[in-house]
């Protein structure tokens, strides 16, 4: 989980991938975070994100290193309605704080389950994560 989440931080922006009806939707994500040994990110309530994640759990995202390495990481998000999750994940983001807070009613967090993640180059084996 540590070099998921190094890898993912390092990276700063990673891209989430989303299926809208049969149609794969990819946006760009900034937010890693660990909480309770579990891989979190965020949204609002209110982006078209969220409705697609209730209605298609099953993720993909994939963020590119510096150094040409990549990793992808796929998963089902499952929503954690907690306000302790929410805080922690605005404890280490607190740039998120200008939009978003505890309890508000559109701070949405969600876990990856069953998460896998493969970091990949150009010139070594893959490395596979179960996370």
């Known amino acids: 989980m540590n070099e998921v989440l190094e890898f993912l931080k390092?990276?700063?922006t990673y891209y989430l991938a989303t299926n809208d009806g049969g149609q794969p939707r990819v946006r760009p994500f900034g937010t890693?975070?660990?909480?309770?040994?579990?891989?979190y990110f965020q949204t609002g309530r209110s982006k078209k994100v969220a409705e697609q994640l209730k209605a298609e759990p099953r993720v993909e995202l994939c963020a590119v290193a510096a150094d040409g390495r990549w990793i992808r990481v796929t998963g089902e998000a499952v929503l954690d309605e907690?306000?302790?999750a929410q805080e922690s994940m605005l404890e280490d983001y607190p740039e998120l704080r200008a939009m978003y807070a505890p309890g508000d009613g559109?701070?949405?967090v969600y876990y990856l389950k069953n998460a896998r993640a493969v970091?990949?180059?150009?010139?070594a084996a893959p490395v596979e994560i179960e996370l």
Do not use: D, Q, V, Y
Not at 119 to 123: K, N, R
């Open 82 to 84: 907690r306000i302790a």
């Open 119 to 123: 970091i990949c180059s150009f010139t």
């Open 10 to 12: 390092a990276c700063g």
């Open 32 to 39: 890693a975070h660990c909480f309770e040994g579990k891989l």
């Open 106 to 108: 559109n701070t949405e």
